[in-house]
């Protein structure tokens, strides 16, 4: 098997990332390839450098990040639990409340309005209808002698 | 979601998480004082946001992007970048022995050979190694952290490894 492929198996198998087939013709090779036994070792060996290199969790950190969440909470749990702010939520949705029954007469009332404005404009352009065709037909002629140009009965 | 549930799965998150995050803002920062107060600060943030993370399968992902956005903003507020360990801090690194069969003078040597290794590599070949080896994030995620595509994580570890591997080899 050509060094980068196998090599590619390897740092596969090291990055978890190795699929079954792969695992077992990796293990294979193993068995048979010196080549591939010594890049395994190798690899083998830097991922016990690389493990000896990771450092312990510190406790006071442990301690730091849990105390702040713990801090965090109650100070969230407080604000939506303080008098103040439920007696401002109160007041707030009483005033909502209160805003739109107020909107509601006044849009009610303006409703009546534009009934009562639409209805007169009815009854005057019917009255001005009727005294428009009341009036008596016009006949329009030119100052010269010419043929009658508008002759309408209103 | 109520009180109770939300800290619930807060403690599941952060007690699956944790030791990766600290263990990431440790080796980018070379600084365990500024690590612990970016594991605080994602963190809490986390704990903030809880209810907006919709996709569980995506925590991992939001952790990290948090926890490298907090270590970029550091970077970029303090205007420095560290190239090295000081032996001190390597002096500090606590040792897990059991699951190994290398004598403790042996790991300690390979610990330090690693980690001079890594400040050499460039910044992104070595986020994403310490994503992949410390985050213990698989390539999709890695992937979705830094922004990029998977055949370039992929890329990028392989070659970190490599390098690490021709070094340690001298040892072996």
Partial sequence: MPEEKYEELIEAFFNNELSEREESLLFALL???????????????????????????????????????????????????????????????????????????????????????????????????????SFPSVKVTGSLPNEVIINKKL | MREKEKEILFLRYYERHKNAVYNYAVKMLHDSDKAADVTQNVFLKLFENLQLIRDENKISVWIFVTARNEIYGYFRSAKRKENYYDEEEMEKLNLQSGENTQSETELKELRGIILNELNKISEVNRETFLLREFGGLSYKEIAEVTGTEIHNVKSRLFKTRKKLIEKISKII
């Fill in chain 1, 31 to 133: 068995g048979t390839d010196e080549n591939v036994k010594k890049y395994f070792k190798q690899s083998a060996f830097l991922k016990a450098g690389i493990n000896s290199a990771v450092e312990e969790f510190p406790p006071e950190l442990d301690e730091k990040i849990l105390s702040g969440v713990t801090t965090k909470q109650k100070r969230t749990h407080k604000v939506f639990n303080s008098k103040f702010v439920n007696a401002l939520a109160y007041g707030l949705a009483v005033a909502a409340v209160t805003a739109s029954l107020f909107f509601y007469s006044l849009a009610a009332e303006y409703r009546s309005e534009l009934k009562t404005v639409s209805q007169t404009l009815e009854y005057q352009n019917a009255t001005m209808q009727l005294i428009m065709n």
